[in-house]
């Protein structure tokens, strides 16, 4: 049985936070669903439907809550997620803009949720922390024109 984390990001979900989680899970090698709590007959939503939903991805845990429409996602918080080759960024990327998410800059996404999400290669720090400031800025700069980060267009803009 999985241990408890202390500490839990908590997204509040109009409706759709089961709808959400399935996605979610089914995105990383290493993600579950590790509890659901559904509504009895007192509610607060129809009986059967999903109250909260505890979920793991990649040793991160997470709740779900179907908490009505009081309240939004907005870009003052997001998931990040560092991706170790194109192929993964790639992925990811396609499966969260899907069906009716969207793309932001530098690497930044909103899924058909609303909730952001960053997608940065592994490789992106290295570059832009690189000890010759010259190289550094041209990797900012290549980065700042970018949606979807591109790791050969960083690297080649690092020479």
Known sequence: MATTQKIKTFLWFDNNAEEAVRLYTSLFKDARILQELRCG???????????????????????????????????AISIS??????????????????????????????????????????????????PDPARAARVMQAMLQMKKLDIARLEEAAR
Do not use: Y
């Open 81 to 130: 997620v560092t991706c170790e080759t194109q192929a993964e960024v790639d992925a990811l990327w396609s499966k969260l803009t899907a069906d009716g998410g969207s793309e932001g800059k530098c690497g930044w996404l909103k899924d058909r949720f609303g909730l952001s999400w960053q997608i940065v290669p592994s490789a992106l720090p290295r570059l832009l922390g690189h």
């Open 41 to 75: 007959d007192a509610g607060p939503g129809p009986k059967g439907s999903l109250m909260t939903a505890e979920f793991e991805l990649e040793g991160q845990q997470f709740v779900a809550m179907n908490g009505g429409p009081h309240h939004r996602f907005n870009e």
